[in-house]
């Protein structure tokens, strides 16, 4: 052990050691380039991509103000509606009213024992091939009713063949037919009954 | 003051939680100023640089610290001070028991005669305390003195880490290499302008003795007698050629107060001193150590300066830095001392 002899107070050693500043100034720096370069490459990366897209969607604004400042071309634009609207819709009443006798006709010649209590005919519309003017129809028809006398289905099948028959029904053009009893009952008392339902899907002739 | 800014920030230090790692000791006498720059390596020091300026005086501004650190390029940021006064007050006070918890501090400025213009240390080996008188190492210096040395030290941007007199730091040293052992040993320390004198008891310190001759003195007075220049008188000092016994006579105060101090350990401590061990940059001449051994009339026993230093210095200790002895161990007993706990 030594003695102390020293006039002055000893500098507190522990307080003078540090981590070299330097260390710290040269990790911020290395922290602070990284980050810079990365921030860098990914907007870079960012903006060629958002060149691309801008150049894959690119609006030519030119052609579309040429379009529609041009007389000519403003009415070549009524045109194409006229046409893909309101004829579509004229021509699809009168299909309609067209199909209307035959089954009109069809049912007539239906079996007496078969009475009809609703029918349902809706046009859905299908997609048509590109470019056409007008697209083809495709219709659902609903039929309900009921069937008196002990052979149901025959009746049912009979009548089915009707509606697919080539000169009075529809033929070909019928895509689906799907008949669904919902009850049979009363052959007990002698007078059956068959509730049934009918969905068929054809498209225009 | 942007200069001052910049002395705060820790980098420009070089320290740990052991103390510092490059140290600048300047040791002011009033000749000259000795400066050594020392590095640590690991458990030892190596010396980077010495250098002998002029007198360090603090009324000159040519002579300041700050000045000394421009011209001569001294690159430390920790500074450690040792006085080599030609008076120093280094006693060994043997203060009663009781008094140590009580008023140690009153105690020893009664002891040492000082008032408030001077400061005083102390400090005492804790494992002696067991003893009913307790023997305190006492220095003192005046105060505006201590003051004065730490504010040069501060406008030269350094970090001020101890004041020693040079007979305290030859105390702390002897104390290390004198160990346990005999009953009693004796350590003669010679140097240039002063000398130190300690009697040791089982490793502990009883008489402390400081001298304002060196071996200095003795060429000058070689010079004046045969008429030699300095350098001349150097070879023949340290080479042995030439008997300079007569020139010796005019020491016989310095060797007389030596067979005083023996006297005293042998009367009032009940001990003989058989050998002297001599060290020191003025051991070196055989012709000193033999006027030595002629006048006390004990056994001397020439202890090498590189010896000593080994355990602690890197690397050889030659000659010229021999004589920068207590800039040296001073740097070793602040460096090295956080090391050791």
Known sequence: MSLDLSFWEPPDWKRETRVNPLFWVFVAVVIGVGGLSIGLTVALQRATELGAQHDMYKIDMARISAQYNGVEKSKKLYQSIEKGVLLNLRERVARRRAMAPTLSKLFKMVNDDIVFDALSLKGVETVGQKGASIKSM????????????TDSEDKLSEFQQLFKDEEQGFGESMLSSEVTQI???GEESGVAKTVFTIKSEFKEK | MLKKILSNFEWKRSADKFGPKRLVVFVVNSECTKV????????????????????????????????????????????????????????VLNVPRNDLRDNLGAAVFELMGSDDSQAVVFDYDETQASTAVVPVFAASLPLDEAEG????????????????????????????IAGGGEDYSSFFYVGDVSSVFVVFRKGSPVLVRHFGTGY??????????????????????????????????????????LGICMDYVERH??????????????????????????????????????????????GEVDDAQAEFFIAIITAVEVMLGGLSK
């Open chain 1, 138 to 149: 495709r219709y659902s028809l609903i039929v309900s009713g009921t069937v008196f006398g």
């Open chain 1, 183 to 185: 009850d049979s009952s």
């Open chain 2, 36 to 91: 050594v720059v020392l590095n640590r390596c690991n458990d030892k020091v190596v010396i980077e640089e010495t250098l002998m300026l002029p007198k360090w005086d603090v009324e000159n501004p040519e002579t300041s610290l700050a000045a000394f650190k421009r011209d001569y390029q001294i690159d430390a940021h920790y500074c450690s001070v040792v006085l080599q006064l030609d008076k120093e007050q280094v006693r």
């Open chain 2, 149 to 176: 040395f730490r504010e040069e030290v501060v406008d030269a941007l350094m970090q001020p880490v101890s004041l020693d007199l040079s007979t305290s730091v030859i105390l702390n040293f002897v104390k290390k």
């Open chain 2, 216 to 257: 200095r003195h003795v060429i000058e007075s070689i010079c004046q007698e045969f008429g030699f220049n300095e350098n001349m008188a150097l070879d023949t000092f340290f080479t042995n050629s030439f008997d300079f016994s007569t020139s010796m006579r005019r020491f016989t105060p310095w060797f007389h107060q």
């Open chain 2, 269 to 314: 401590l009940h001990g003989r001193v058989r050998t002297m061990n001599v060290y020191g940059l003025g051991s070196r001449s055989k012709f000193f150590c033999d006027s030595l051994q002629s006048r006390i009339k004990r056994e001397v026993n020439v202890l090498k300066t590189s010896d000593l230093l080994a355990d602690y210095v890197e």
